[in-house]
């Protein structure tokens, strides 16, 4: 079974800076694909970032030279430092990762959400 924990949100002010995490654990044998999706209230999810296993990344326009997606394979763990943040940037957070479990084969599965309140 595989688990994916998210932590790291909460309220910044305007300007600010966070740091998600995504860390997997269980039984799994290879993490392709880390992606950070969000979504605002009334609003659809949407991907904000994502990097392949190779690590080449790709962002949203709208987080492009704020945010920056990175991963440790060494951990298990994906992250998204984001900087100059935005009231408009205020949404639940989720991470959505590829995993080939030892019982199946590659799905995506996604994290429980993390809030990001940007508010002054």
């Known amino acids: 079974q595989v688990q994916l924990v998210e932590s790291g949100g909460g309220l910044v002010q305007p300007g600010g800076s966070l740091r998600l995490s995504c860390a997997a654990s269980g039984s799994f044998l290879s993490i392709y694909d880390i992606n950070w999706y969000r979504q605002a209230p009334g609003k659809q999810r949407e991907l904000v970032a994502g990097?392949?296993?190779?690590?080449?990344?790709n962002y949203a326009d709208s987080v492009k030279g704020r945010f920056t997606i990175a991963r440790d394979n060494t951990k298990n763990t994906g992250y998204l430092q984001m900087d100059s943040l935005t009231p408009e940037d205020t949404a639940v957070y989720y991470c959505n990762v590829f995993i080939r479990a030892t019982t199946t084969g590659v799905r995506g599965y996604w994290g429980q959400g993390t809030q990001v309140t940007v508010s002054s």
């Open positions: 990097i392949t296993s190779g690590g080449s990344t």
